[in-house]
Each structure stands twice: as structure tokens, then as C-alpha cells.
């Protein structure tokens, strides 16, 4: 079946710098990607969708120059959270479909700690 | 404004037991609906997928079932086992939109 790979799936990082999450589509080409975050017992929270080539469409609330998307490709899209303070510890977790008719696949989420 | 409802929040059962999980939408104007289940720690993993066309889709022990008039959809676990304890998320995607609107989950917890 598709998979979707995400890295690192945690990270623990100091107050004020900059993450990087990787997620890529191994076996299909991901025309659409969405981010989302999940707090503890909570049910997703969509951030942003993005499609290859353009730029992220951001969900109303959410600062698109501290949570910075790139799409660069079919298979990839980035999310780097800059500046990250204590309250942007979070699951983040990036999913991805080749078309609105196909499932939608996600990765395994990475647990973001900053201290 | 499309909201998705799964009840129950929890179930317990016993090893062995059929089990219904329940999901109803408020906007029947549905492209198609997706179960999910989640593990602790994890992503999302896609269990069926339904189209609006379609009534119900199959897929070993599972199966589900979509009444998009009423805004129903059922997801049947047969034969439960242990190793199908997690949280059960149910998603509608809107005609005309890229965005899935995910139910709070059903925990399941299966007992041996």
C-alpha cells in the first residue's frame, strides 16, 4: 500500500531555533499534502495544505511565517517551525493523496519537544 | 458548516466480540468518507474508503457501510481481537473542498 515516511519522528529542540519535518510519498505522487497537529487526546487540527509547485493555503490561525511549507516536489513537502517556543510543542503529522478519489495516507507523526 | 459526531467516545469489549462504531455528518453533501485507525504515538492509518456512489466497502474483518441521506456511517469490526484496540476515526471530505472534517474518534479497547 502507499506509505508516507516522516522524519524525525521527535525532536527536542531549545527555545528560539529553528525544525525542519520531513515528509515524503515513497510510492505515489503526492499532488496535494496536508499538515496537521494533534494535541493530547485531542483530534487533529488541519494547519495547512499545500500542492506541488505552489504555495501552502494556512487555516485561519495559524502564523505562516512561523510554521514555514514547502512543496518542492511530488514527493516532498517540508515543514520547518521557526522560532519555536515552548507552546509549539505538539504531534505533528503530515498526510498526502494523489488524487480526492484515493485514500488519504499519512505518516507517523513527529513529536516536537521544545524546551 | 459540516461536523462530524462519533459515538461512542470509548468502547470495551471482549475478545471475540462483532462490534459496530458509529459516525454521522450533518452535511449529506459528501464526495466520500474514510476510516482511520490510530495508535497511540502514530499517524493515521487508512482502513476504507468510501465513495458517495457507494453504500458500503469491505476489507477483511471490516466493514462499512455509508447512508449519505441520513448521514450515517457504520464501521463493523468482526471477530475483534486485541490487536485492533485504538482510536477509530471517521472523515468526510466535501464536494468541492480538499479538506477532511474528522469525527473526535471512537477508542476502542479489546480485551483478551
Known amino acids: 500500500g502507499a506509505v508516507v515516511s516522516q522524519h524525525p519522528s521527535w525532536v527536542i529542540c531549545k527555545s528560539g531555533t529553528s525544525v525542519k519535518i520531513e515528509c515524503r510519498s515513497l510510492?505515489?505522487?503526492?499532488?496535494?499534502m496536508f499538515w496537521y497537529r494533534q494535541f493530547p487526546k485531542q483530534s487533529l487540527m488541519l494547519m495547512a495544505t499545500s500542492n506541488e509547485g505552489s504555495k501552502a493555503t494556512y487555516e485561519q490561525g495559524v502564523e505562516k511565517d512561523k510554521f514555514l511549507i514547502n512543496h518542492a516536489s511530488l514527493t516532498l513537502s517540508t515543514l520547518t517551525v521557526t522560532s519555536a517556543h515552548p507552546e509549539d510543542s505538539s504531534f505533528y503529522i503530515c498526510?498526502?493523496?494523489?488524487?480526492?478519489?484515493?485514500?488519504?495516507?499519512f505518516g507517523n507523526g513527529t513529536r516536537l519537544t521544545v524546551t | 458548516k459540516q461536523e462530524v459526531t462519533q459515538i461512542p467516545a470509548a468502547l470495551s469489549v471482549p475478545e471475540g466480540e462483532n462490534l459496530v462504531l458509529n459516525c454521522s455528518f450533518t452535511d449529506s453533501a459528501i464526495y466520500n468518507l474514510q476510516w482511520f485507525r490510530q495508535d497511540p504515538g502514530k499517524g493515521l492509518t487508512s482502513l476504507l474508503l468510501i465513495q458517495s456512489s457507494q453504500r458500503e466497502q469491505t476489507s477483511g474483518r471490516l466493514n462499512a457501510s455509508l447512508d449519505k441521506s441520513s448521514g450515517r456511517s457504520t464501521l463493523y469490526i468482526a471477530a475483534s481481537q486485541p490487536g485492533d484496540s485504538a482510536t477509530y476515526l471517521c472523515?468526510?471530505?466535501?464536494?468541492?473542498?480538499?479538506?477532511?472534517?474528522f469525527g473526535k474518534g471512537t477508542k476502542l479497547t479489546v480485551n483478551p
Open positions: 472523515a468526510v471530505l466535501q464536494g468541492g473542498s480538499e479538506k477532511l472534517v
Open positions: 510510492d505515489f505522487q503526492a499532488t496535494t
Open positions: 498526510s498526502a493523496w494523489d488524487s480526492r478519489d484515493s485514500p488519504l495516507h
